[in-house]
Structure formats: C-alpha cells, structure tokens
C-alpha cells in the first residue's frame, strides 16, 4: 500500500514513486509523525467497459418485433443494433463490419436474430445471453442482397438478390441450401428484359409450398416449391414497393411507386381485383387518377369481428409539397390520416398471433421515425399514441452540455419526478406499453444517479440515471424568460449567434441546495431555485454587466472604473430597482449611425412570468456590448449557495454577483488577478445605474492604481508573481484570440495568502494559460446581516502555474479526505418563514473545515498537459506529474471511488487514465476513444464511483465505468431480453377444414432445400463465419476445471431433459397399454357367452 507522509516530504526527503514522469519536490518544513496519508486504490481497482447506451438509435435503417417475446429491434446505418422491452430493458450491439443494417428477422420465440446488411452478409444473433453475440455469419460474395424472410417456425431463410435470384439459408448450421430460384426461370420466357432486384418474398399463409415473389419492375410471382415452377405470375406496369397477404391467402395487396393499390386473387392472375389510389384526386370523367407518391409500404391486417385494417406509409399527392410524413389507417369506409414529425423509415402492425394463417387481431402500429419512435393504439377512437417508457428525447434538441452526478441526495429524484410529471400531456393511450418483453437486471448499484442536459433551444433536462436506466424527470425551459425576436431586423442588431440563441453554453448545480446556475451562448447568466409552489414574477431580476479589458491606443480607462472600492453608506440599498427599473429598456445606442453600445443580446421578458413548480427565475446576469463588440462568451461558470455568490468568466475576466442582494460585487480582466490587492468591498448597487460610453471598464482593486497597473497581462513564460511588460497599446486579432480566458473556478474554505492561519472563504481562478490564482471571500454574518452588508473581495494574486490551461481543482484535507464547496442545505424559497426555519434545522449546512497545524490542506490542480499537488498554505509544490506531451486533456475531475480519491482524465488522442491522490501514481492507461467529434469533448464527463459518460451520437449517450467492481457485477445489473414464454397454440383447422383439405398445407422444407433433395450450393456463393457468441463459443472459450464443470453441467442438463422426456413417453405408453387391456377385457366380456349367428 502507498503511503504518503508528509513530515518526509517537508524535511526535504524524495517521496518513492511508482511513476518516472511523477516527481517530488521536497520543501523545508517540519511534520508531525501521525500525518500519514495511506492510498487505498491501486491499478487492480480500475478496469475500463462500456455499460449501457441511452437514447434513439441514430440513423435508424431497419425494425423487427418478436410478437411472443414482445421484443422490439432496432438498425441502424452504422450497422448498430438496439434492442428494447419493457421500461429499462435495453440492449446495444455492433456489428464490427459497420455496414448499415439492411433487414432484421426474429426467430420468433427461439431467442435469435437474423440481421442483414448492406455489405451483403447475414448474421444470426443470440439473445439468450445478456450480452448478444453472433452465432454464425454468412458473406456472400457474388450476389448483392435486397431481401429476406424466415417463415414462422422455420429453419430456413430465403435471400432475395439484387439479380432477382432467390437462395435458401439454414438459420442452425447457417449453410447455404442447393435449391435456388433463379430469376429466369420465375418470369415468363418471353419477357425480354430483366424484372429487377427481388423486393418481397412470402409464402402463402395456407400453402406453404407456395411462395410469393415481387420483382422490382412490377411482376410478382407465385412460385411451387415443390414442383420447382411458377403456378401463376401477376403483372402490373408500375413498380412494387412492398406486398402484404390476406390471411386466408386467397388475396394479396401490392403497393406502388405511383401511389396505387392493388389487390390480387391468387387464382386469377390475368387482372387484378380492385386498384385504389387511397390519396388520389378521382377525376369526374373516370379517367384515372392523378398519380400520387409511392406507397412504400402496406400491411393488410385482419379481424374476427368488423372491418379489416390497412396500414401504408407514402401515397401522398403530389401538390402536398412541404407536407410532413403520413402514415395512413384504413380501416373499413374511413381512412385516417396521421402526420408524423420525421420522415417514416418503417412500420410494423403489432398483432395478437403469431401465426400467419389466423386472423391477425392487431392493437398497435410501431413506427420507426428518423428521429423518434411512436406506438400507435388501434384500439381506441382516434388512434392515440403510447406513452413512450424509453428515454428517446435525448435529442429532442440538439445536447450542447452534458453534466453527471453520482450518489446525489436521496430525496432529490422524488422531487424532481414530482414536479416533473405535471409537464406530461395527458392524451396518451390508457393501455400499457405493448413492447414489454425482458427482465430487469438484479444489480446491487442503489446510489442515485442525476444527469443533466443542455439544449441548443435553451431548455435542460434532468434525467434519474440510477441502476442503468434512463427516464426524464423534469424539463426547465430557460428561453422563457427572454422575449422572443419578432423580426429577423430586430433579431440581427443584437444578437451575437445567428442560431440558437438561446443555447445552453455550461452549467453549474448544487444538489444539496438544488441551486442552479445556466450560462447561455448570448452571454448570459441565469440562477434557479428550486421551489415545489407556483408563482408569478411581476418583474424578473436583471442585472448587465459591461466587461472590457482590451483599449485602443488613444483611449485610457478611467481611473474609478464601474463602480468605485467605497465602503457603502448607512442608506446604501440592497435592491437594484429604486433607482431604475431592471426590466426598464437599456440606454445604451442601437442606432445605424453609431457603434452599438450599453445593450444586452437578449431581450429580458417585461411582462409578468408565471413560473410552475421546479426550477424558478431567481437573477438574469447579462453581458452588454461595449462600443460595437459583442460581449465575449462565458468560459467558466460557479456557483455556492453557502456563500450566496455566482462567479462566471470569459475572455476579458471574471465578475461576481451576489444573487441574495441582487448586485454586482465587480468584474475585473485577467491581468488584475495576478497582483495582491488589499481586501475591498463594494457597494451592493446595480451595475446598470451608471453607465461608460467607452473606453476599458476594468474595475480597480485599488483606486490610487493607474490604468497601466490594472491592465497588465503576464508573460508567456512568467512563473512568479510579478510582471513588467504591460499590454500594447494595440491588440490585433491574433492576440484576442490567445487572450488568456477564465477557463474554470472552485469555492473552498482554505488560507487565501501564505501567512495565514485560519481557513476562510476562497476562489480558485484557474485560467487557460495555467494560472491558479487565489481570490479572498469577507462574508457578512448570516441572517438579515447578509441581506443588508456587502461581501469583500480581494485579490490573493498567483498562486501556481502549470502547462496548458487550467481544468478542475479540488482540496484535499491533512488525511487525503475530499473537501467539497460548503453549502446551504434545501428550503423552499416560497414557503412561510416557519418552514424554512425547520427545513434548516433538518438539515444542517455543511460543517466547516476545523484544520490546525502546517500545511494542513491540498490543492489539487489539473490542466491540460499535467497535475500539480500544492500544500496549502505553503503554496509549495508536493507533486507533480506530465499527463501528456503529445497531447491534450479534455475533460478531467477530481472523483471519489472505493473510499479514495483519484483524477480522472480523458484525453483527446483517446486516452482515459487516472492518477492517484495525493502522488499522482498512474493508476490506469487505457486507450479507449480517438476524439472524431467535438461533440464527445464538448459532453465527455467523469464522476465518482467509477461512473462516466457521453454523447456517442447526437441521440444516443454512451455510459461507461472505470471501476473493477462495476465492471465484475455488470453482468448481474444488465437485463435480460429472452425470458421462457410458451408459444400460443397454433390456430383451429375446423372439422370441414380438416376433413375437405381446407386447412393450412404443411411442407416438409428438410426434404425440398436439405443436402439430400437440393445437394450442394456452389462453394464460391458464399463464405461461412462461425461466430464467437452462445453455447459454441463457451464450450470454445472454456478451459480448466471451471470449464470442465460447465461442460458437465450442460451435458447433465441436456441427459436429463432427455431421460425426463423418455419417462413422460414411457408413461403415455403405459397408460397406453392399460387402456387398450381394458378395452379388450370388456370386449371379451361382451362376446363371451354370444352364439357365432347373435355376432
């Protein structure tokens, strides 16, 4: 076990590490021998593994229902698979080729999928393992495939070919049969050109000896398997998109590419029954109709009692341009018409039986959106949706911060949810979920688990993430609180993003006090409180800041800046509204003629704002353009609900608000940080009473400073405190792009300055160059003291510096223990004064850090190049260790797992590692994901118990864990897709059926497609691929004693199923046996004393 002590490391001795780019300085000092830090976490403890995939499955391309195991699967064009049941069953494959997925085809029942892909292989998956994996696979090599179908209870795939051929694959051994229906055979002689790819196969719901081929070009064929010739050929002069029997088999119904339908009786191939055009215009003079859209698909559905159902997607007019995907619902003299959001990629009818030659019962249709999945209930008037169970809005907008918070407060997601389930509509169906197949997984995980979601409309959603699963529990809507641009004129003076104003740029949240602070991309700030009462805003809180630290050569800023270090007078007041109204119209200029100035990019909301329980509008911070440049993006944001502040940062440096007094405690540039200022305070007024036509606005730490002592920036190279080299007096663009920027912030009780003894309220300000400064808190005493005295602040200046810029920073205490942010605990904010009183004294706030002796705490500090341990309040460095050279880091945080501390990094070259606490030691090293998208750096995130994530696709969030523990248990909290259902019992042929052949003709395939009646197929057709999943590939994979034992295992079961069925034989036959005596000893009984004449 690695021990760090800390008298060795002050008396000046090398500390041993594990790692030669991990180095100790040794610093004078003098330690205790009791302070010993002993870390627990060793590299055996970190093993990195995907766990489970949230969201819609992005570019679907296929879908596959199992009607008896009621299992619904999901392809996709990157040649993924998703699988889902009931609510928290999911399931994420890939196939390793990354081909799009084609077709899918269940066995239905049998706990196996057949999927086929654009790469023109086929693939049989085995889901009775919590993990799928494929069985075999099959690659053809001559022949492009374009369509499949596994009857019921069959063993054998037909393939349909791009050149119209048809072969025969058994789904057990996945070998091609020698019996193969070649195209020109199938059509008539004298057809002279080729009839296209195949687009349908079926066999004949009564017959299955007869099978029904459609051709591209318009032919269908019924094909005899048995005679090996075409009974019948049906031919239609335009396209055929798909095929759907009447479950009689008597008729079918094709559809078109000119919107058409047509129906066929089977005995009467000359012409067809009936065409319809279900959305054509019918002219008066009979002529035929105007051709429509294709009809891309149509299902035929049946019913014992009333009309049959007719489902089809497309066959749309041509003169509804701009109209949005329909399917359409036909269900005997009405047709019903349902406009869906996205284009439709498939649908399926969801019916009671599984057996085609039975009436179909069908209760729902699941359509398959490019963006969504929608379950329709043909049961109910008006054909209403389901509630959909999955978490499938991810993307409603596009996600542009993702945060993850792991062991939250327990009574958090109750709170959530219930605020949350007041938003839901109410017009969903009344019927359960129908696609409810699965078990739950059993896993041991019982922490609450809280992600949160950015969104480029301005909305946020907080999502339970606990045990795997994934469900919506509330959705606040930050756009609310602006006014909306009427014009694109209006829209274009102010606002500095052409898009999605109103986008999520960061966040920060206190689970303990549930306060929420949101930065957005037009430079603004907006802080929440969490209330479970309803209540209307008259006027919403405002307050705009006028950040600039960049000046023009002529131009000096003025001494006393914004706001003046005044100590505030008896009469100062605490609301920013005596003097001028916030939500009054800003004064600045927005004229043509002029530079805009003194405005915000957003309009705050002047009318009165009724706020639901949740999240409710506590203060609006906005950033104002100054002299015609538009306010720099906010780059780093925080906040503490102990100390009543919100602190956020860009380019031109930071400012802090105190949202309890509603004021701007100062804003000050980046370069003001790195010198110590004596403590000041400022008066709690609003920012917006007095206003700078030009000019730097950089507020003064000290008003006898002059302007070139506020406005120094440091060196590139600088390792200390001090500077000389003021800022040119011309900044160039390529200067303001390599400003130094505000890239993170964290609130602690520590010793601001070397000399002190005692913790107080502090900020680390990390920038993007690698400065760590330190930023002194004076806080008023609590109660109506807060309410009514400033909060001092003083600058602390440099405290360290590290290459690359500054990610996340944390304090450790004297035994290695993590010391979070202090916090105020949860109140209602609109409750009575009583509640609140008692609120508080359930939960008590965070206690304060009670720390003596030297060197007592540890800074943690991580950039994007290294890590640094820095003892406080020394400020010596204990630590140091290069993370990367080659490289960068995108996201790091200082996490807790198995009762210890550790960074987490994930780095863009894909690496993900962490580093141990205090030391430093590389614990883990794992290349796992190149960076391919902003989209992963911009939503990658680490948190404690070994938990991670991001936004794999722009729908879809990819969890993943770091932790051994997790990574042994996954398979236990996974869920299960098959579980044992028995198959309905086939359909009642009837006595006259039976008795006049009526009923459904069975066909024995063995003996038509085996090696033995169809021989062999050509070698070269195909390439056969074992797989490495299901029983093969554990008998495989099985070594040693272990494997010995599970071998013997399945043997014992399989020899005793076997003696259990020969018991149940031998019984019938007993049974048998006594009843044919006892017939026959009646019998005899019955003849015995009878002359041979009385028989």
Not at 843 to 857: E, I, K, L, V
């Amino acid at each position: 076990m690695k021990k760090f002590n800390i008298r060795k490391v002050l008396d000046g001795l090398t500390a041993a590490s594990s790692s030669s780019s991990s180095s100790a300085t040794a610093q004078p000092g003098s330690g205790r021998d009791s302070d010993v830090i002993q870390e627990t976490l060793q590299s055996e403890h970190f093993q990195l593994c995907k766990t489970v995939r949230h969201g819609f499955p992005y570019q679907p391309s296929s879908m596959a229902f199992d009607p008896v195991q009621k299992i619904l699967a999901v392809g996709t064009q990157t040649g993924a698979l998703r699988l889902f049941g009931c609510a928290g069953v999911e399931c994420y494959c890939q196939h390793e080729s990354g081909a799009a997925v084609i077709q899918l085809q269940f066995l239905i029942n049998e706990g196996a999928l057949v999927s086929a892909l654009a790469d023109d292989s086929i693939h049989m998956w085995n889901l009775r393992q919590k993990i799928p994996a494929i069985l075999h696979s099959l690659k053809f090599s001559r022949e492009r495939i374009t369509y499949c179908h596994l009857p019921f209870q069959s063993k054998w795939l037909y393939i349909g070919t791009e050149r119209g051929n048809i072969h025969i694959v058994n789904v057990e051994s996945f070998t091609l049969s020698g019996y193969v229906i070649m195209w020109n055979k199938a059509i008539e002689l004298s057809t002279k050109t080729h009839p296209g790819p195949v687009v349908h196969i079926s066999d004949n719901p009564m017959d299955e000896g007869k099978l029904l081929i459609g051709y591209e070009c318009g032919v269908v064929v019924l094909w005899d398997l048995k005679c090996k010739k075409a009974d019948c050929r049906y031919n239609y002069d335009e396209a055929i998109h798909s095929v759907a029997w009447h479950h009689e088999g008597k008729q079918f119904v094709c559809s078109h590419s000119d919107g058409t339908l047509t129906t066929w009786n089977i005995r009467i191939p000359a012409k067809s029954a009936q065409i319809i055009t279900p959305h054509g215009k019918q002219p008066k003079d009979g002529k035929k109709p105007e051709p429509c859209k294709p009809i891309l698909k149509v299902e035929y559905k049946t019913t014992r009692v009333g009309d049959p159902f007719m489902v089809l997607s497309g066959g749309l007019s041509y003169d509804t341009v701009g109209r949005r995907a329909c399917l359409t619902v036909m269900h005997g003299k009405s047709t019903t018409v349902l406009e869906m959001d996205y284009p439709i990629v498939d649908f399926l009818t969801l019916c009671e039986t599984p057996y085609p030659n039975d009436f179909q019962e069908p209760y729902a249709v699941v359509v398959l959106l490019e963006k969504d999945l929608v379950l329709i209930d043909l049961g109910q008037i008006g054909y209403p949706i389901f509630e959909n169970p999955y978490p499938l809005t991810i993307h409603e907008s596009p996600v542009t911060c993702c945060e993850y918070f792991v062991d939250c407060p327990s009574e958090l997601i109750p709170a959530l949810y219930s605020v949350g389930s007041r938003q839901k509509r109410q017009s969903y169906s009344k019927k359960e979920w129908p696609i409810s197949g699965g078990n739950w997984g059993q896993g041991t995980q019982s922490y609450p688990e809280i992600i949160i979601t950015g969104h480029a409309d301005g909305s946020i959603k907080f999502w339970d993430a606990s045990a795997l699963m994934l469900q919506v529990l509330y959705k606040l809507k930050t756009a609310k609180v602006f006014e909306r641009a009427r014009s694109k004129e209006e829209k274009a003076n102010t606002e500095i993003v052409e898009e999605d104003p109103f986008a999520i740029q960061t966040l920060s949240w206190c689970p303990e006090s549930r306060m929420l602070c949101v930065a957005g991309v037009s430079a603004h700030v907006i802080v929440y409180r969490f209330s479970k009462q309803e209540v209307t805003t008259e006027v919403v809180q405002l307050l705009e800041v006028r950040m600039q630290c960049e000046f023009n050569g002529g131009d000096s800023p003025d001494p006393g800046g914004e706001q003046t270090p005044t100590l505030p007078t008896q009469g100062a007041s605490s609301s920013p509204q005596e003097s001028e109204p916030p939500t009054q119209p800003s004064t600045g200029s927005n004229s043509s003629d002029g530079p805009r100035d003194n405005i915000p990019c957003l309009q705050v909301r002047s009318s009165p704002l009724k706020q639901s329980p949740g999240y409710q509008v506590e203060l609006v911070i906005q950033l104002v353009w100054v002299s015609g440049e538009p306010p720099q993006p906010i780059t780093s944001l925080a906040i503490n609900s102990s100390y009543g502040l919100v602190v956020f940062g860009n380019t031109n440096g930071l400012a802090v608000a105190d949202y309890l007094q509603k004021t701007l405690l100062l804003h000050m540039g980046t370069s003001e940080l790195y010198s110590p200022s004596d403590p000041y305070q400022r008066q709690p007024r609003s920012p917006r009473k007095v206003r700078q036509p030009s000019g730097a606005t950089c507020d003064s730490n000290d008003g006898s400073n002059t302007s070139e002592d506020r406005c120094k920036s440091p060196t590139s190279d600088a390792r200390d405190n001090t500077f000389t080299r003021s800022r040119s007096s011309s900044v160039t663009s390529i200067e303001r792009e390599s400003r130094e920027a505000i890239s993170s912030f964290h609130f602690c009780e520590s010793y601001p300055r070397k000399s002190d003894s005692v913790v107080s309220p502090c900020l680390l300000v990390g920038t993007t160059q690698g400065t760590v400064m330190m930023v002194a808190l004076s806080m008023p005493p609590g109660g109506d003291q807060r309410l009514q005295q400033p909060v001092g602040i003083s600058s602390c200046g440099s405290m360290v510096t590290l290459k690359g810029g500054i990610l996340t920073m944390a304090l450790l205490d004297a035994a290695g223990a993590l010391l979070p942010p202090s916090y105020e605990p949860w109140y209602d904010p609109n409750a009575s004064d009583e509640e609140k009183e008692k609120s508080r004294r359930r939960r008590p706030a965070s206690p304060p850090s009670s720390q003596d002796g030297p060197d007592p705490q540890f800074a943690v500090l991580c950039s994007e190049k290294q890590a640094k341990v820095v003892a406080m309040p020394s400020q010596t460095r204990i630590y140091k260790h290069s993370i990367t050279e080659t490289s960068f880091v995108l996201r790091a945080d200082v996490v807790q797992m198995g009762g210890a501390n550790c960074i987490a990094c994930f780095c863009a070259n894909g690496h993900i590692m962490t580093l141990s606490l205090p030391s430093l030691r590389p614990l883990l090293d794992v290349n796992y994901l190149p960076l391919t998208d902003m989209r992963i750096a911009r939503t990658f995130c680490f948190s404690h118990l070994g938990q991670a994530l991001y936004l794999t696709s722009p729908t879809e969030i990819q969890r993943l864990t770091y932790s051994q523990e997790t990574c042994d248990n996954r398979q236990e909290m996974l869920s299960e897709l098959f579980t044992p259902v028995e198959t309905p019992e086939a359909p009642n042929r009837g006595f006259f059926k039976g008795l006049f052949g009526g009923g459904a003709q069975s066909l024995d395939r063995e003996d038509l497609f085996g090696e033995t009646g169809a021989g062999k197929a050509s070698r070269s057709l195909a390439q056969h691929i074992p797989g490495q999943g299901g029983m093969e590939g554990m008998k495989g994979a099985a070594s040693g004693v272990v494997g010995d034992l599970a071998r013997a295992r399945i043997a014992l079961d399989e020899r005793g199923q076997k003696l259990g069925e020969l018991e149940d034989r031998t019984a019938a036959m007993m049974s048998s046996a006594d009843s044919f005596s006892k017939h026959a000893h009646d019998m005899m009984l019955k003849y015995k004393d009878k002359k041979w004449y009385q028989l």
